[in-house]
Every structure is written in C-alpha cells, then in structure tokens.
C-alpha cells in the first residue's frame, strides 16, 4: 500500500488543501461575526451554499459517473481555487453579498470534488486497504483542520483578514498541481458501460441499487445521526467561547476534537477485529449523544472539552467503518451518483440543522439546544436498530458471501 503513489498524492493534496479550507472557514466565522449579530442569519448564510450543492448534486453524480474522475477533480479544484476571489472582493468591499456568493461558488465545487474523490479512491487501492486508507485520509483532514485553525487563530492576531485567504487560495493552488500527478485507471470499457448505463437515469437509478444492497441504505441513514453535532459545530463553538468569555476555547476546542478523532481512526482497526460492524456503527452513534448531552455542562471547560473529544473520538470510529460499506458494497460502476446522493443528502441534513440550531440558539439557547439535539439522535438510533432487526440486515454482507463462494 505504502509503495502506491497515488495514496501519497491524495494524502499530501488533502494535507495542503485542508489548510487552506479551514483557514477561510475560520475567516468565515470572523467575518459574520463582525458583520451578522443573530445567530439565524448566520446560519441562513451559510445554508445558502449548502442549498447551491443541493440543486447542483444530480448533475454532479451523473457527470463523475460518465467522465474520468482526475478530470472531475482537475475542474472542481480550479473553481475552490478561483472562488477565493468573491470573499477577497468581500472583504474590501466589506459586501455580506460578495460572501454569498463565495458560499455558493465554493459548494459548488466541492459539490463535484468529494464525490469524484470518493469514487476514486477504490479505484487505486485494494480492497482490503479501503478501511486503512480511508482512515488516514480523514486523520490528514483532521491534522490539516488542527493546523488549519491554529495557523488561522496566530494570523488573525498578527496579519489581516484577508491574509488567510490568500493562504487559503495558494493551498488550492497546490491541491490543483497534485492532483495533476494523479494516475487512475478506469478502463475504456467500464467507462463505456457506465455511460450507457447512466445517460437518462441520474439519481433514480441509485434507489434500486439501494433496494439490491440494503446495508448501504442503512449504513446511509445511519450517517444523518452525527450530522445533528456537525452540522451545528461552527455555531456551537461561537456561542461557547461566548458563554465562557474565551477566545482561546475555540483553538481547544478543535484541537481536542481533532486529536480524538485521529486516535479513533486508528483505533477502529483494532476496535473492528474485535467486534462487528453493526456493534461498532450504533455504539458510536450513541456515544455522540452522549457527548451531546455533555454540553448541556457548557461552564464547565474540562466537560465541554471531553465533550467534544468523546464526539471525535466516536466519529473517528464511525466514518470509516461506514465508508468501507459504500466502497465495497455499492457497484462501482454507481460510485459517482451515489456518492454525489450521499452528499446531496448530508447537504440537505446540514440546511435543516444549521437553520434549527441558528433559531434554537436565538430562541431558547445553547443548554435546552443540546438536550433536544440529544434526544433526537438517541431516539434516530433506537429507531434504526429495531429496524435493521426487523429487515433482518447484515451490515457484513461482504464477508458473509466471500465465506459462501469458498
């Protein structure tokens, strides 16, 4: 695995281009921060780009599936690039509306890069590197989110707004050259097959196939738990440093975070010789309402951060476990639509989420938000329990029928 050149351009290129992506997030939160007082408004903002991704999520899986993924990924990483330039005018202009636009323009790409980058990494590793490689790629994001916002805090103190910007906008500049090195092969006469196969259905012709592997329709639903946390976190964090009176939380808190997820996705290949899929998915579910209601104990500095280091332990458990579902069971034939469903789905997830906790923390505030939040998501997981047992679900297909064919 260690010899593929490709996991080492994909791991480097996610390493410089996360830098870039979270110092621009944390310029984001800085600039709605001087500029929006109501927390609803900043979450309106920001779904804006969210709905952009939405509408654009169809065409984007239909056209990963017909082209060459480094293609996809060649055009994407250009438009991350070029979008900078909206928040640059945004910020001399002092313009909410030159933000929106860098919103839009930016989830419009990524609306096209991650499932393209998902539906190539099976494509050049094994598969029974899937659940390592997709461990160190999320660990790289997670460092590159640490550093990313440590570096964005230092440059605040010493360096202009607009500063992380152009870092951010030169980190995509060199995710562009590395993905240049790429090399994927396709083949000619799957493409054919996939274009054939995909010219008039678009998303409809993925129900089926989830109708076929219903452990990926599952594993699906399954992942629209965490969102409850993550699709919350920027404001969460906002209004945490605010209760505290803390600036410095902030840092910690991404730091505690980070760090716990990184020793999850380590410890979820250990963790997964031990016990089973479906054990591993619905204890880490539970664990992040479990973290969700350790925030209700938001004075607290040492609970709020064990809150946030149980979430990212559990989701440095949870996301790759789930990833191997969808690599290996999905067709890869329908990587691309499916991948670009997934993420249309998490988009609409995170619209719904921001835009409640935006009104939640208006309305009845940080402590009552979190309980609800972690109600919802215990009773998701309870929920989707007894129904895989009444489906009579085996979240281990794979290994079952590779038993069955010896």
């Known amino acids: ?50 709905l952009a991704g939405i509408i654009t999520g169809p065409i984007a899986g239909k056209v990963i599936d017909q082209s060459r993924k480094k293609t996809v990924l060649l055009i994407a990483g250009f438009g991350r690039m070029f979008s900078v330039v ?14 929106v636009a860098f919103m839009i323009s930016i989830q419009l790409a990524a609306t096209f890069y991650f499932p393209a980058l998902q539906a190539a990494i099976p494509l050049v590793v094994k598969d029974d590197d899937l659940l390592t490689m997709n461990g160190l790629h999320m660990n790289v994001a997670t460092i590159a989110r ?4 440590a570096l964005a805090g230092i440059m605040l103190v010493y360096w202009s707004l607009a500063s992380l910007y152009w870092v951010s906008m030169i980190a995509y500049g060199g995710l562009f050259i590395f993905t240049l090195m790429l090399r994927i092969d396709e083949g000619e006469a799957r ?8 010219d008039k259905g678009g998303f409809m012709e993925v129900f089926p196939v989830l109708k076929a592997y219903p ?21 969460l964090v906002i209004n945490i440093s605010i209760i505290q009176d803390s600036a410095s939380i ?12 990184m020793v999850g996705s380590f410890a979820v290949k250990y963790i997964s010789s031990k016990w089973n899929t479906t054990t591993i998915l619905f204890f880490f579910a539970t664990m992040v309402a479990v973290a969700e209601f350790m925030l209700f104990f ?13 979430l990212g332990f559990s989701l440095g458990c949870f996301f790759p476990t789930a990833m191997v579902i969808f690599q290996k069971q999905m067709p890869k034939e329908y990587h691309g639509r499916f991948f670009s469903f997934r993420n249309m789905l998490e988009r609409v997830m995170f619209q719904v989420v921001l835009l409640s906790a935006g009104a939640f923390l208006d309305i009845i505030g940080l402590q009552s938000m979190v309980i609800v939040f972690g109600l919802i998501s215990v009773s998701m997981t309870i929920l989707f329990f007894m129904q895989m ?18």
């Open 1 to 50: 695995m260690w010899k593929n050149r490709n996991i080492w351009i994909i791991l480097t290129g996610e390493m410089i281009a996360g830098l870039g992506l979270w110092t621009g997030i944390i310029g984001n939160l800085e600039f709605m921060q001087e500029k929006i007082p109501s927390d609803f408004i900043k979450a309106l903002i920001m779904s804006v780009g969210l």
């Open 86 to 99: 909206f928040m640059l005018i945004a910020i001399s202009t002092g313009s909410v509306w030159w933000m």
């Open 146 to 149: 640490v550093a990313g916002t």
């Open 191 to 198: 493409e054919a097959k996939v274009k054939t196969a995909g």
């Open 215 to 235: 452990a990926v329709g599952m594993t699906l639903v399954m992942t629209l738990i965490p969102l409850l946390f993550i699709g919350s976190f920027n404001l």
């Open 250 to 261: 902030k840092g910690l808190i991404y730091t505690f975070e980070g760090i716990a997820f």
């Open 298 to 310: 938001v004075d607290s500095t040492a609970i709020t951060l064990s809150a946030f280091a149980v």
């Open 389 to 406: 047992k009444k489906r009579n679900i085996v979240l281990e297909q794979p290994k079952q029928k590779a038993a069955e064919s010896i």
